[in-house]
């Protein structure tokens, strides 16, 4: 028989799970208390219980989205690899994470539209790694010459922006999750060409 405790974090873990994949996958963001329980399989009560209220729950796993993709952030652009290695294997998890969860962008947009905005960092090594690699390229010329904020809003925007206006794009243009999919994938090749000049 499964230890009580060990029953708590696999129902809070499944609730997680659950209200993470209604909010980002669906873009369900309205979705209750209620909804989550009928989708988990579980009682109402068990929310409140685990979470105390709808938003907490909401809170915990979205700043918990975030903290994986800064590690992943920094794991990926603080490598070993060439700049341009690195730069091409974030672009692909970022492409693929936001298939995954494609309303996650959508929900992050609308958090900053309510005035909720990120803790203030101070200036990390990775930063400086950054911004020096940054510049040997630029001398290299494989970048043209602008400013590293410039290039990281290059980068994020060209990846970003599709996703946070998918569903208009989707319903405009008449585009199937399938084709959308598609499209996005084929956006790496792109995005590199944009960043960097050929030579």
């Known amino acids: 028989m499964m230890a009580k405790k060990e029953k708590d974090i696999e129902t809070e873990m499944l609730i997680k799970r659950t209200a993470k994949k209604l909010f980002f996958v669906d873009g369900k963001f309205n ?13 109402r009560t068990l929310i409140n219980y685990y979470f105390r209220s709808r938003n907490n729950l909401l809170n915990l796993i979205f700043e918990a989205a ?15 690899l060439g700049f341009k290695e690195k730069i ?22 609308s958090r900053i539209n309510d005035g909720c905005f990120f803790k203030e960092e101070e200036k990390t090594d990775f930063t400086s790694q ?14 043209e010459e602008i400013s590293p904020i410039q290039f990281m809003l290059n980068l994020t ?3 970003s922006f599709p996703f946070a206006i998918r569903p208009l ?12 999919v598609q499209i996005i994938n084929d956006r790496k090749k792109i995005i590199m060409n944009m960043l960097f000049n050929k030579n």
């Open 31 to 43: 979705a209750t208390t209620q909804d989550i329980a009928d989708e988990a399989g579980v009682n």
């Open 66 to 80: 975030i903290q994986r993709e800064e590690e992943l952030r920094h794991e990926y652009l603080s490598s070993d």
């Open 88 to 109: 091409e294997l974030y672009i692909d998890h970022a492409i693929q994470q936001a298939i995954a969860y494609p309303y996650l962008e959508t929900y992050i947009v």
């Open 130 to 143: 950054f911004v020096a690699e940054f510049e040997k390229e630029v001398k290299k010329g494989t970048i």
């Open 157 to 159: 925007s060209l990846i």
């Open 169 to 180: 794009i989707q319903q405009k243009l008449k585009i199937s999750d399938d084709e959308y």
